[in-house]
């Protein structure tokens, strides 16, 4: 069966260091990923996707970057964190192809100071 | 733009009853949906889906209802336990297809 991975589940940073959350896949081949953030009563915020390696689409325009460097490996990174950053980010997958589930990890909260 | 909303932020339901949660969407061209459950502190499981080709789907304990004319969606869940409480969302394809827009949730709360 499929499992996703996040990690770390919560961080804490200062404003202005760098971010690297990592997200891995198992369990399937050339799946979709996303990057999404979720803020507190509201809908989830769609960050990155990508439909192969190396290919990434951002939806919007933000102080945060996502790479895929494997094929079940998503990274969401930042040079220099912001208070608006601090939020629950989490990462999903689902099948290559449109009209999919997404399945998503546990997430990552992250604070900012 | 796109949206996708719930009609109630809570819903409170006794143990045993049923609960009925609702989700409306404003893209006509949405043509799948998909039902989460999310823990505090975990991401969403997914619940149920249903293709707009269909105007219900039945999974254990949960019944999905598509009312394509008037752009809504709800939630059965029979004989709700105190382990269905957590928060229900739905999600509803975007023009493209490919990506989902996402309601913001309902918090269900199981009473003893």
């Known amino acids: 069966s499929q499992t996703i991975h996040q990690w770390p589940a919560t961080l804490v940073q200062p404003v202005g260091s760098p971010l690297s959350l990592e997200c891995t896949v198992e369990g399937t081949s050339n799946p979709n990923l996303y990057w999404y953030r979720q803020a507190a009563g509201r809908g989830l915020q769609l960050l990155f996707y990508s439909v192969g390696i190396g290919q990434i689409s951002s939806e919007v325009p933000q102080n945060l970057s996502a790479s895929r460097p494997q094929d079940r490996q998503f990274i969401l990174s930042s040079k220099k964190l912001l208070l608006s950053d601090s939020g629950f980010y989490l990462c999903a997958w689902s099948q290559l192809g449109g009209k999919q589930p997404q399945h998503f990890g546990d997430g990552t909260r992250l604070s900012i100071l | 733009g796109e949206s996708v909303g719930l009609h109630l932020p809570t819903l409170s339901v006794q143990e045993g009853d049923n609960s009925i949660i609702n989700c409306a969407y404003s893209n006509s061209a949405s043509d799948y949906f998909i039902w989460y459950k999310q823990e505090s502190g975990k991401g969403p499981q997914f619940i149920i889906d249903?293709?707009?080709?269909?105007d219900k789907r039945q999974g254990q304990r949960v019944t999905v209802l598509l009312n394509k004319t008037v752009k809504h969606l709800s939630l059965q869940i029979a004989a709700t336990q105190p382990g269905d409480s957590a928060v229900y969302f739905c999600?509803?394809?975007?023009?493209?297809?490919?990506?989902?827009?996402f309601g913001p949730g309902t918090r269900l709360s199981v009473l003893p």
């Open positions: 249903i293709r707009s080709n269909m």
């Open positions: 999600a509803a394809t975007d023009n493209y297809g490919q990506n989902f827009v």
